[in-house]
């Protein structure tokens, strides 16, 4: 069975500029995550999906940060735009079903702005 | 790839040697954990969960312990191999009636580094 796929693996780009980041489900799976990584901490929900509804965005900061499941399958992750302290991994996570289940991790994408 | 452990708690030991990871949680209403396991340049990876109504599970060459009269968890891993140096995680998902009901929060992190 394919894992979650994330792309791109790196990116870097200068503050004030956008991005744009890219996550491929497990087939089948339902809900989709985003997390923010920042080095030296354990991952931290941004937002959550179930099929292409938002279930959680609390702790999306929704003035620079946008995130979309269109087809309920690929998801993307946008900052826009992007500052010093948004350097870190993001990482995208899928399951089965909402509440019930792991939640399984890609490598995530390494951001660094400069 | 560049570890994501700079500044986490760490523990040294050798090949052969079992290791216990320690994790205190927050919530009291939380109603399941999870161990992830998180190598340098990669996503974290599962390894064993448990849920409140245990204290103990079991894996392979890993077990998984729960008190929650003093919130705590643990991951012993036995006969410990230079493959299992990476950063554990636990993670403790919000149970029915708290603010974070389904929500996974991930702990500070512990380094694990095996010496051959």
């Known amino acids: 069975e394919a894992g979650v796929a994330q792309s791109p693996r790196y990116k870097i780009i200068e503050k004030r500029q956008s991005v744009a980041f890219w996550c491929n489900p497990i087939s089948g799976h339902a809900t989709l995550y985003w997390y923010q990584q920042i080095l030296g901490q354990g991952p931290k929900l941004l937002i959550q999906f179930q099929n292409n509804g938002v279930v959680d965005d609390s702790q999306l900061p929704k003035d620079r940060f946008s995130a979309e499941r269109l087809k309920g399958v690929d998801s993307t992750l946008k900052i826009q735009p992007a500052k010093l302290e948004d350097s870190a991994v993001y990482l995208c996570?899928?399951?089965?079903?909402?509440?019930?289940?792991?939640?399984?991790f890609g490598p995530g994408t390494r951001l660094t702005v400069l | 790839g560049e570890s994501v452990g700079l500044h986490l708690p760490t523990l040294s030991v050798q090949e052969g040697d079992n290791s216990i990871i320690n994790c205190a949680y927050s919530?009291?209403?939380?109603?399941?954990f999870i161990w992830y396991k998180q190598e340098s340049g990669k996503g974290p990876q599962f390894i064993i969960d448990i849920r409140s109504n245990m204290d103990k599970r079991q894996g392979q060459r890993v077990t998984v312990l729960l008190n929650k009269t003093v919130k705590h968890l643990s991951l012993q891993i036995a006969a410990t191999q230079p493959g299992d140096s990476a950063v554990y995680f636990c993670a403790e998902k919000g149970g029915a009636g708290g603010t974070s009901y389904g929500k996974l929060t991930f702990g500070q992190g512990t380094i694990l580094t095996v010496h051959p």
């Open positions: 996570a899928t399951g089965v079903a909402y509440f019930t289940d792991t939640q399984y």
């Open positions: 919530n009291s209403a939380s109603d399941y």
